[in-house]
């Protein structure tokens, strides 16, 4: 950098060169990830607390990096929905779960819920709703069988256009859940006003669910869900006490590394064929 001159800034910041570098060259790399088809979709399980049973599954993104290996969501997820290309990978993954559940039904699995994450940036795309029709026609999954996640940030901005969306999407008939509920700006109006059908609990409570406030929290969020008929889901539940808990006070379904880490699809495929006990 040094012989670009005295007064250029890559001299005077280099680190911040360095960041911005960096940046662009994952920008471009994520550009081109979806030509090359590098993004994968793993699927964890959602087992119903009473049944024991796969109820449904939530697609998690990767990106299987030529070089770097696999690429967890949270080291791109984030670039994605600052450029903007969250937008077209949002909409393969709605695309590719769509379709994989869709399979996974004509293969003899029945009716399995397959949970998508849904961005804020893809939630502001006047696109939403018909690419999400289109793909439930196109696939041919039952509506019912979709899950569209969101986080409670998405409520902040314009609530009454939040509202109206939401009213458009639960008429496609799909589902919608809020996810890591708890941690974001949690508004009780909220849940009076839009068309919800499940809270996620975040993992951070359940994980500390053998503390007394992460317990009276836990315990109260499935209250509240129930009290306003909807379901409720622990997400990152990684031991049998926990499993214990949340089914002695009526959680719904779990969702965590206890049951199954999110799977490749082939593998997810066989959990589905083989069964397992909770
Ligand atoms: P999330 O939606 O809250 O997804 C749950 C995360 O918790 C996943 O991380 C999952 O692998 C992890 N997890 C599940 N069970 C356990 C457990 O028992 N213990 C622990 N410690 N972790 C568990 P992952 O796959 O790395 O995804 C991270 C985040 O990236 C997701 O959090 C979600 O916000 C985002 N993300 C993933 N896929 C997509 C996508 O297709 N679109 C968008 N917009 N965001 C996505
Ligand atoms: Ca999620
Ligand atoms: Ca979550
Ligand atoms: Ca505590």
Same mark, same amino acid.
């Given at each position: 950098?040094?012989?670009?001159?005295?007064?250029?800034?890559?001299?005077?910041?280099?680190?911040?060169?360095?960041?911005?570098?960096?940046?662009?060259?994952?920008?471009?790399?994520?550009?081109?990830?979806?030509?090359?088809?590098?993004?994968?979709?793993?699927?964890?399980?959602?087992?119903?607390?009473?049944?024991?049973?796969?109820?449904?599954?939530?697609?998690?993104?990767?990106?299987?990096?030529?070089?770097?290996?696999?690429?967890?969501?949270?080291?791109?997820?984030?670039?994605?929905?600052?450029?903007?290309?969250?937008?077209?990978?949002?909409?393969?993954?709605?695309?590719?779960?769509?379709?994989?559940?869709?399979?996974?039904?004509?293969?003899?699995?029945?009716?399995?819920?397959?949970?998508?994450?849904?961005?804020?940036?893809?939630?502001?795309?006047?696109?939403?709703?018909?690419?999400?029709?289109?793909?439930?026609?196109?696939?041919?999954?039952?509506?019912?069988?979709?899950?569209?996640?969101?986080? =409670?940030?998405?409520?902040?901005?314009? *609530?009454?256009?939040?509202?109206? !969306?939401? $009213?458009? /999407? &639960?008429?496609?008939?799909? #589902?919608?859940?809020?996810?890591?509920?708890?941690?974001?700006?949690?508004?009780?109006?909220?849940?009076?006003?839009?068309?919800?059908?499940?809270?996620?609990?975040?993992?951070?409570?359940?994980?500390?669910?053998? =503390?007394?406030?992460?317990?009276?929290? *836990?315990?109260?969020?499935?209250? !509240?869900? $129930?009290? /306003? &008929?909807?379901?409720?889901? #622990?997400?990152?539940?990684?031991?049998?006490?926990?499993?214990?808990?949340?089914?002695?006070?009526?959680?719904?379904?779990?969702?965590?590394?206890?049951?199954?880490?999110?799977?490749?699809?082939?593998?997810?495929?066989?959990?589905?064929?083989?069964?397992?006990?909770?």
């Amino acid at each position: 950098a040094k012989k670009l001159g005295r007064n250029n800034t890559q001299f005077y910041e280099p680190a911040m060169n360095e960041e911005a570098r960096e940046r662009l060259r994952i920008e471009s790399a994520l550009r081109n990830a979806l030509e090359r088809q590098e993004f994968v979709l793993h699927y964890q399980p959602q087992v119903d607390l009473q049944s024991g049973r796969i109820v449904g599954m939530e697609a998690l993104l990767r990106w299987q990096h030529p070089e770097l290996g696999m690429v967890a969501p949270n080291r791109f997820i984030g670039l994605a929905e600052e450029t903007g290309l969250i937008v077209e990978i949002g909409a393969w993954v709605l695309r590719t779960a769509c379709a994989q559940a869709r399979s996974w039904m004509d293969n003899g699995h029945g009716m399995l819920r397959i949970a998508v994450n849904l961005s804020p940036r893809q939630f502001s795309e006047p696109q939403l709703l018909s690419s999400i029709a289109e793909v439930l026609q196109e696939t041919g999954l039952p509506p019912a069988c979709l899950d569209i996640e969101l986080t =409670e940030g998405l409520f902040m901005h314009d *609530v009454a256009q939040a509202v109206e !969306l939401l $009213h458009k /999407l &639960k008429a496609l008939g799909l #589902a919608l859940s809020i996810d890591d509920f708890g941690t974001g700006y949690s508004s009780f109006s909220y849940l009076r006003h839009f068309p919800i059908d499940v809270l996620k609990i975040d993992r951070s409570f359940v994980s500390d669910i053998s =503390e007394d406030d992460e317990a009276a929290i *836990v315990v109260s969020i499935i209250a !509240l869900a $129930h009290n /306003l &008929k909807l379901r409720v889901i #622990a997400e990152g539940v990684e031991t049998e006490s926990q499993v214990d808990y949340l089914r002695r006070h009526g959680c719904d379904e779990m969702q965590g590394y206890y049951f199954s880490r999110p799977l490749p699809a082939a593998e997810f495929e066989q959990l589905l064929r083989q069964g397992r006990d909770l």
